[in-house]
């Protein structure tokens, strides 16, 4: 019986499970290791956007809009209806010329958008206490509960033979004359063919027997969940206060980055209070809205802001999938990574996303 590769993939976040999933549909032996339990840390602390609105190079444009196809196809795949809702998005979180160019641009790159104005987005989301007068309509757009969903992937990959050992921190790699053959990990150590390191923030920390990390520009951010209310919401809305929508649950996940100044000796449970109330004075007849859940964590953003997916130089058989959006990409970057892994298929979408960029 010809013996199947074995990979060992570092995280169990949407990107992490993606990967494992991929792999394991092109007939490889899975392993995922999290240092904390399923799902991930910054899975849990993400939006959940699934989108293409924003880019800021056409390569990066090119990536998100085939990955919305792809978290689409995951979907239908896994039932995912319990963590995945297609709403569409309504934005007017710019206004002015900012508003405009944003406009433009979607137009520009032909994406599914219409502008509307005032009226027809009150008939669209009728418990808003005062629409905008105009805003954007991204149609094809959607929003997945990140953990959850990463949650879903890997008990499917466990059904199919997959292992998954949570609290297991990595502490180094194993290798022989350049190529990489094992990890160390505070469980023990375990042999393999190919290592993934899909550890989002926590890419910028080294690792024994690795002279390679990577540059990171990461940001702290806030999720807020409140109960579950009957369904009043219809699109996600990226307004110019607070970003908002309403889950398949009834729930609301609202979300926040904050920049350098932020203070992580702050109180989020009183960060939660004031983005809770500027949902509600947005919205019409929320009296019973509470807070039931608020996480505050990092959000894995390399230092020039692209993906950073592929082979790492430094040792033959080491790979690395670290980005920001990782609920968009998490799908597709799993099938392109896979397939560069075990079939040697370079994808030309990857091709501005080398960690080859941040080597010397």
Not at 86 to 111: C, H, I, P, R, V
Not at 260 to 285: V, Y
Request: glycine share 10%.
């Amino acid at each position: 019986m010809t013996q199947l590769p074995k990979i060992i993939i570092v995280g169990s976040g949407i990107i992490g499970a993606s990967i494992a999933l991929a792999c394991q549909d092109l007939n490889a032996d899975i392993l995922v290791l999290e240092q904390g339990t399923s799902g991930g840390v910054a899975s849990g602390t993400s939006f959940g956007w699934i989108n293409a609105s924003f880019a800021e190079s056409s390569a990066y444009y090119a990536l998100r809009l085939e990955a919305i196809e792809g978290f689409r196809n995951l979907g239908l795949r896994l039932d995912l209806k319990d963590s995945l809702r297609w709403q569409g998005t309504l934005w007017w979180e710019d206004a002015g010329a900012d508003f405009d160019a944003q406009w433009t641009k979607m137009l520009s790159n032909g994406y599914a958008a219409r502008l509307l104005n005032k009226d027809e987005v009150s008939v669209l989301e009728p418990n808003l206490v005062d629409a905008p007068e105009k805003a954007i309509l991204t149609y094809a757009e959607g929003a997945a509960l990140a953990h959850e969903t990463a949650k879903s992937i890997l008990k499917h990959v466990s059904s199919n033979g997959g292992k998954l050992i949570e609290n297991c921190m990595v502490t180094g790699v194993q290798s022989h004359y350049g190529r990489l053959h094992g990890v160390k990990t505070n469980v023990g150590d375990f042999n393999c063919d190919m290592l993934v390191l899909a550890t989002g923030a926590q890419a910028q920390s080294g690792m024994d027997g690795l002279d390679w990390s990577l540059p990171m520009a990461n940001k702290t951010g806030m999720i807020l969940q409140t109960n579950r209310l009957p369904p009043f919401l219809n699109h996600t809305l990226m307004t110019s206060d607070v970003h908002f929508r309403q889950n398949v649950d009834g729930s609301l996940t609202a979300g926040e980055i904050f920049g350098g100044d932020f203070n992580p000796a702050a109180n989020p449970n009183t960060l939660a209070m004031q983005t809770l109330k500027r949902i509600r004075a947005q919205l019409k007849n929320v009296e019973t809205m509470t807070i039931a859940d608020v996480k505050v964590g990092q959000r894995p953003v390399p230092k020039d802001g692209f993906p950073v997916i592929g082979a790492v130089n430094e040792l033959d058989g080491l790979f690395t999938a670290v980005m920001h959006s990782g609920v968009t990409l998490g799908p597709l970057v799993g099938e392109l990574l896979a397939a560069q892994m075990l079939l040697g298929s370079k994808s030309a979408l990857l091709a501005d996303f080398s960690p080859a960029r941040f080597e010397v």
